[in-house]
């Protein structure tokens, strides 16, 4: 698989962009990177603004510029060529001529993009699928129709043939699919059986994250239940709770469950829901060394695209979760 190099250019505002879109100025100054790309290396973090003799990182593209400012942009390497398979062991729980089904570890990225360019569940699964792969629009690789963050384990399917991946996108546009989680979370919901609808969309504050917004955010729908609680009353420390999707929006079960104040224990974006609880020094130390969410994809339910048979799979607790929920339990 060939690259190209990192990179990183510099582009200073003409006086003909005066009250531009930082994105559009941007295009114009550096002809070379598309306006797209500069909205990507945006998101990503990878611009910044000479403010004096320091940078600053800057993520807004709406933002007005002025001529004479100085911008940074950082370009990672690019994959060239279709990614390549790579033998990286799977958990299968499911295989046949259409599909694959897996057990995703907490830490492997789904798709190759920028920063993860190798070592992904697509690379795996175009070395273990091989000539199984009959073409997804033309081109030998999987049909990823959901994901899971890299830090978030458990179930996924993905399609090997066109018939089967458009038969399982049109069931996840649809919200057929049965989808429950397991989180670890800060403090026990109240009520403790609910559901949250608030609608999500980027943050207005932080381009990277996502947010319950009060107008134009897409609807989002989770269903919870607490499970098991850990701590004794009137405050209890943490809680097992089971969430389960009628909508997939990016960091869902995230973003609702720091919403109402229970955030999933570990979370780097979203996590900070201790509220200033003291914690026993055991808990203290395993989370030093924790190094993902709390969450895990535990059970996936849908129909086969080709067979028509209902299928149903299922995924116990890796096994830090558990130590966790052990620890929490002490």
Same mark, same amino acid.
């Given at each position: 698989m060939s690259q190209i190099p990192d990179q990183t250019v510099e582009a200073v505002i003409g006086e003909d962009a005066l009250g531009n879109r930082l994105d559009k100025a941007l295009a114009v100054a550096l002809p070379g990177l598309s306006r797209a790309r500069i909205q990507q290396l945006l998101s990503a973090g990878l611009v910044s603004r000479g403010d004096g003799p320091s940078w600053r990182t800057i993520d807004n593209a709406s933002a007005k510029v002025k001529p004479g400012e100085r911008y940074r942009l950082k370009i990672p390497s690019a994959v060239v060529a279709e990614p390549i398979g790579e033998d990286i062991p799977?958990?299968?729980?499911?295989e046949d001529a259409h599909l694959i089904v897996v057990d995703k570890p907490a830490g492997m990225v789904?798709?190759?993009a920028a920063g993860h360019a190798a070592g992904t569940l697509v690379n795996a699964l175009i070395a273990h699928c091989g000539d199984s792969l009959s073409g997804i629009g033309g081109v030998r690789r999987p049909g990823i129709v959901h994901r899971l963050d890299k830090d978030t384990s458990g179930v996924m399917v993905a399609a090997k043939t066109d018939r089967a991946h458009a038969g399982l996108a049109n069931q996840f546009a649809e919200h057929s699919i049965e989808r429950a989680y397991r989180a670890l979370c800060w403090g026990v919901p109240r009520p +403790?059986?609910?559901?949250?609808?608030?609608?999500?969309?980027?943050?207005?504050?932080?381009?990277?994250k996502r947010a319950v917004l009060?107008?134009?955010g897409k609807y989002a729908i989770t269903h919870y239940a607490v499970q098991e609680v850990y701590g004794e009353p009137p405050t209890p420390l943490a809680s097992m709770v089971e969430c389960r999707l009628e909508t997939g929006r990016t960091h869902q079960i995230r973003v609702h469950m720091a919403y109402i104040g229970h955030a999933v224990i570990g979370d780097p974006m979203y996590g900070g829901g201790r509220r200033g609880r003291k914690l026993a020094p055991a808990v203290q130390?395993?989370?030093?060394g924790f190094g993902r969410q709390a969450l895990h994809a535990g059970l996936l339910g849908f129909v086969h695209p080709v067979t028509g048979e209902a299928l149903k799979f299922r995924s116990d607790l890796p096994p830090e979760l558990q130590a966790l929920a +052990?620890?929490?339990a002490e």
């Amino acid at each position: 698989m060939s690259q190209i190099p990192d990179q990183t250019v510099e582009a200073v505002i003409g006086e003909d962009a005066l009250g531009n879109r930082l994105d559009k100025a941007l295009a114009v100054a550096l002809p070379g990177l598309s306006r797209a790309r500069i909205q990507q290396l945006l998101s990503a973090g990878l611009v910044s603004r000479g403010d004096g003799p320091s940078w600053r990182t800057i993520d807004n593209a709406s933002a007005k510029v002025k001529p004479g400012e100085r911008y940074r942009l950082k370009i990672p390497s690019a994959v060239v060529a279709e990614p390549i398979g790579e033998d990286i062991p799977l958990r299968v729980l499911f295989e046949d001529a259409h599909l694959i089904v897996v057990d995703k570890p907490a830490g492997m990225v789904v798709h190759p993009a920028a920063g993860h360019a190798a070592g992904t569940l697509v690379n795996a699964l175009i070395a273990h699928c091989g000539d199984s792969l009959s073409g997804i629009g033309g081109v030998r690789r999987p049909g990823i129709v959901h994901r899971l963050d890299k830090d978030t384990s458990g179930v996924m399917v993905a399609a090997k043939t066109d018939r089967a991946h458009a038969g399982l996108a049109n069931q996840f546009a649809e919200h057929s699919i049965e989808r429950a989680y397991r989180a670890l979370c800060w403090g026990v919901p109240r009520p +403790r059986a609910g559901t949250l609808e608030a609608p999500l969309g980027r943050s207005r504050t932080n381009r990277k994250k996502r947010a319950v917004l009060p107008h134009g955010g897409k609807y989002a729908i989770t269903h919870y239940a607490v499970q098991e609680v850990y701590g004794e009353p009137p405050t209890p420390l943490a809680s097992m709770v089971e969430c389960r999707l009628e909508t997939g929006r990016t960091h869902q079960i995230r973003v609702h469950m720091a919403y109402i104040g229970h955030a999933v224990i570990g979370d780097p974006m979203y996590g900070g829901g201790r509220r200033g609880r003291k914690l026993a020094p055991a808990v203290q130390e395993f989370l030093k060394g924790f190094g993902r969410q709390a969450l895990h994809a535990g059970l996936l339910g849908f129909v086969h695209p080709v067979t028509g048979e209902a299928l149903k799979f299922r995924s116990d607790l890796p096994p830090e979760l558990q130590a966790l929920a +052990r620890i929490l339990a002490e």
